[in-house]
């Protein structure tokens, strides 16, 4: 069974950082884009960025370029997404979801993991 | 930009929903997908390419059009499709999403 499986909730103070994490199961790691996607309570989603696991290149949304780092860990089929300089304002849902194309990316996201809440509250 | 419309939609089961998203800008070789967001649970993927269903998709969801103007219907609506529907351009980077449309059930 195909799945992603994130990490859990955090909070953070305004100025930290965040690492979050998404482990992959059920299909070939390296051969699928994983996307990450945020959501603010109450509103719509936003895509931030992707990265291809094999290789590790990402792709940035221009709104998040100098704010997240996004990395993959093969031996543990894990994606992760580092986020700096944290305002209230990203207090959000965050998703990664894989891409439906196999070997290269499409945009289109087909499983997505079950979300990550983090919270920036002082 | 995606514009989608009604904001809200409120039918009775069994009725026909007709949920629209228009593009500011032609979406390129249809590069449209639909994904459903039931309360408290993570989008599900229902539709992509503009009209192709997901695997596991009942066909009562369909999707068509192209260019600037998309639909979502739901042939027959179940109260199981009570959600916030979200249409999503991946023509051009950055990929953008509606800002959704709820469809309840009366």
């Known amino acids: 069974q195909v799945q992603l499986v994130q990490s859990g909730a955090d909070v953070k103070t305004p100025g930290a950082s965040v690492k979050l994490s998404c482990q992959s199961s059920?299909?070939?790691?390296?051969?699928?884009?994983i996307h990450w996607v945020r959501q603010v309570p109450g509103q719509g989603l936003e895509w931030m960025g992707m990265?291809?696991?094999?290789?590790?290149?990402?792709n940035y949304a221009q709104k998040f370029q100098d704010r997240v780092t996004m990395t993959s860990d093969t031996l543990t089929r894990t994606v992760f997404m580092d986020v700096r300089s944290l305002e209230s304002q990203d207090t959000a849902v965050y998703y990664c979801?894989?891409?439906?194309?196999?070997?290269?990316?499409?945009?289109?996201?087909?499983?997505w993991g079950q979300g990550t809440m983090v919270t920036v509250s002082s | 930009v995606l514009t989608q419309s009604p904001g809200t939609l409120s039918l009775s089961p069994g009725e026909r929903a007709i949920l629209s998203c228009r593009a500011s800008?032609?979406?390129?070789?249809?590069?449209l997908a639909w994904y459903q967001q039931k309360p408290g649970q993570a989008p599900r993927a229902l539709i992509s390419?503009?009209?192709k269903r997901a695997t596991g998709i009942p066909d009562r969801f369909s999707g068509s059009g192209s260019g600037t103007d998309f639909i979502l219907t739901i042939s027959r609506l179940e109260p199981e499709d009570v959600a916030v529907y979200y249409c999503?351009?991946?023509?051009?980077?950055?990929?953008?999403f509606g800002q959704g449309t709820k469809v309840e059930i009366k």
């Open positions: 979801a894989r891409d439906q194309q196999r070997w290269t990316f499409s945009g289109a996201l087909d499983i």
């Open positions: 059920g299909y070939t790691f390296t051969t699928y884009y």
């Open positions: 990265i291809n696991p094999s290789g590790g290149s990402a």
């Open positions: 800008q032609s979406v390129r070789n249809t590069y």
């Open positions: 390419d503009g009209s």
């Open positions: 999503q351009q991946y023509g051009a980077l950055p990929w953008t």
